[in-house]
């Protein structure tokens, strides 16, 4: 089935890698997905399990959608290389907008219709919004209101200055034909390839905004709702914060900011933790401080102590066996 011509075209990629459950949930709701007026879908399964594991389930799923659907296996191994792939058959479609979303993420029926109100309304080149983490029972109920895994609210609606990730997002396409970004290779193994991809772009001009409604769910496998996993997570995107301001900026951008982590984490987050909870009195203070906002606090000393170390040349290659997603 072709696009209506005169339509404005998105290929939404989903690559997929080892999770046959999550990817089943989330090509289900990419069929119930309500298009905006004038726009077209074309759903791209990129599937980078050696053995092309994923192609049961898409076949199984896709062949019911009323849009078009192409299954891609893609044998070199890496994240970086499956969202280039990505990038190339979006271009080959002649795509006027490239989206995508992880493996494990459902999108609600009305995403694709509040993203492009938003990159209607404010003039973007990329749209982004929250993503709700749906948690495994028996979680523990700090975690449910922990900074790490619920749902971000802190962007406010309009132009965004923050990172983007290719978790939740749709963009021009211009981006990688007339920009001529890709995602950068190097980062297969440490992760982060999106977050430079659209710091890159945001450079080169491209006007990045957030819509609260645009909004997606994540499933957390039981292996990473612990409070180990978000620390090393945290430890993991402090690693390569310094090493994305080394390559975009150079060397004493990535010392300042990591001397302004540390006064912040060291001084000011301390002192404003402990003076919001007094304020909400003894019995609420003790139960915050020392279970939900803790655990928050903890986890920027956890990316402090990453962008200190990556000064000094480390690097944390938490995909260096396998390509799951970031």
């Not at 690693?239 to 001397?259: C, F, H, K, S, Y």
Request: proline fraction near 5%.
């Amino acid at each position: 089935m072709s696009a209506d011509p005169g339509s404005k075209l998105v290929a939404l990629a989903i690559p997929t890698f080892g999770r046959r459950v999550y990817l089943q949930r989330c090509l289900e709701s990419v069929g119930r997905l309500i298009h905006p007026e004038g726009v077209s879908l074309h759903l791209i399964l990129l599937d980078n399990n050696p053995g092309g594991d994923a192609r049961e389930i898409f076949d199984q799923i896709c062949s019911r959608f009323d849009f078009p659907a192409r299954y891609v296996h893609v044998k070199e191994q890496g994240i970086p290389f499956v969202r280039n792939r990505a990038l190339e058959e979006a271009l080959a479609l002649d795509a006027d907008f490239i989206g995508f979303l992880d493996d494990d993420e459902e999108a609600p029926p009305q995403w694709m219709i509040e993203a492009f109100k938003a990159l209607r309304h404010y003039g973007g080149d990329i749209v982004s919004g929250p993503k709700a983490r749906i948690l495994p029972e028996g979680s523990p109920k700090w975690m449910r209101k922990s900074r790490c895994l619920g749902l971000k609210r802190a962007k406010r609606e309009g132009h965004a200055k923050g990172h983007v990730s290719t978790s939740n997002v749709i963009f021009r396409s211009k981006i990688v034909g007339e920009m001529g970004l890709r995602f950068r290779e190097e980062f297969n193994t440490t992760g982060g390839s999106d977050t430079i991809f659209f710091d890159e772009a945001k450079r080169m001009g491209a006007v990045v905004v957030w819509s609260r409604k645009a909004h997606i769910y994540e499933w957390i496998p039981p292996s990473r709702a612990k409070l180990s996993w978000m620390l090393q997570r945290d430890f993991r995107i402090g690693v390569n914060q310094v090493r994305r301001i080394r390559i975009l900026d150079g060397e004493w951008p990535a010392w300042r900011v990591t001397g302004r982590w540390i006064v912040d984490v060291m001084f000011v987050r301390p002192i404003g933790l402990v003076v919001q909870e007094i304020r909400r009195g003894p019995r609420r203070a003790f139960r915050g401080l020392f279970v939900t906002r803790f655990v928050n606090y903890i986890g920027y000393v956890a990316r402090m102590f990453g962008l200190i170390v990556a000064l000094f040349g480390y690097r944390y290659h938490e995909y260096n066996t396998a390509a799951h997603g970031e």
